[in-house]
Antibody, heavy 127, light 108 residues
Framework: QVQLVESGGGVVQPGRSLRLSCATS????????MHWVRQAPGKGLEWVAV????????NYADFVRGRFTIARDNSKNTLSLQMNSLRVEDTAVYYC????????????????????WGQGTMVTVSS | DIQMTQSPSSLSASVGDRVTITCRAS??????LNWYQQKPGKAPKLLIY???SLQSGAPSRFSGSGSGTDFTLTISSLQPEDFATYYC??????????FGQGTKLEIK
């Protein structure tokens, strides 16, 4: 079955760095667009970043652009998020999520919704 | 960026009730609207995509409708496991993929 398992969260001081990983299994990782989504304590969902199939296409939310870097290793079926210059407001549970592929009538298409998620990893930025 | 607004922010209902949650986009998103369910301490689950298509594995009591700027998620007969927080998400003018602020569905 499809599995996504995040790791790398923890407590870090403002201005420091942290690298999150998402280990995947149960599907053809290189055939799926992947995302990071976060959720601050008691708050709603917030999209963070997306990466295309081969890693050449990436995009970021304005509030992380220039500080965070999304990457993937298709040989190891892993997704990562390098987070630099962390701020208190980056405190959140970070989820990796797979972009859905929907199939109908024998044809399939990639979509911009998220059909499988990891369990999340907590990042706390505090002095 | 497109802003998504859900109403109500919270809702109390009883098992067996029919419940409707509304999501409004700040500009037209055609039918690029998705719904998720999230239970405390758990990751969200995709329920509805493209405004009205039921995700594989989601119960048939969930349905979605709407187009343009106004959308609804309906639960035809609430079950105990449906008490959760629901989020809408637009995927038309993206990235960024904006979410609504959430609707918490509680037991009356």
């Amino acid at each position: 079955q499809v599995q996504l398992v995040e790791s790398g969260g923890g407590v870090v001081q403002p201005g420091r760095s942290l690298r999150l990983s998402c280990a995947t299994s149960g599907f053809a990782f290189s055939s799926f667009v992947m995302h990071w989504v976060r959720q601050a304590p008691g708050k709603g969902l917030e999209w963070v970043a997306v990466i295309g199939y081969d890693g050449s296409n990436k995009n970021y939310a304005d509030f992380v652009r220039g500080r965070f870097t999304i990457a993937r290793d298709n040989s190891k079926n892993t997704l990562s998020l390098q987070m630099n210059s962390l701020r208190v407001e980056d405190t959140a549970v970070y989820y990796c999520a797979r972009a859905a592929v929907h199939c109908s009538g024998g044809s399939c298409y990639g979509d911009d919704n998220f059909d499988n998620w990891g369990q999340g990893t907590m990042v706390t930025v505090s002095s | 960026d497109i802003q998504m607004t859900q109403s109500p922010s919270s809702l109390s209902a009883s098992v067996g009730d029919r419940v409707t949650i509304t999501c409004r986009a700040s500009q037209t998103i055609y039918t690029y609207l998705n719904w998720y369910q999230q239970k405390p301490g758990k990751a969200p689950k995709l329920l509805i995509y493209a405004a009205s298509s039921l995700q594989s594995g989601a119960p048939s009591r969930f349905s979605g409708s709407g187009s343009g700027t106004d959308f609804t998620l309906t639960i035809s007969s609430l079950q105990p496991e449906d008490f959760a927080t629901y989020y809408c998400q637009q995927s038309y003018n993206a990235p960024p993929y904006s979410f609504g602020q959430g609707t918490k569905l509680e037991i009356k």
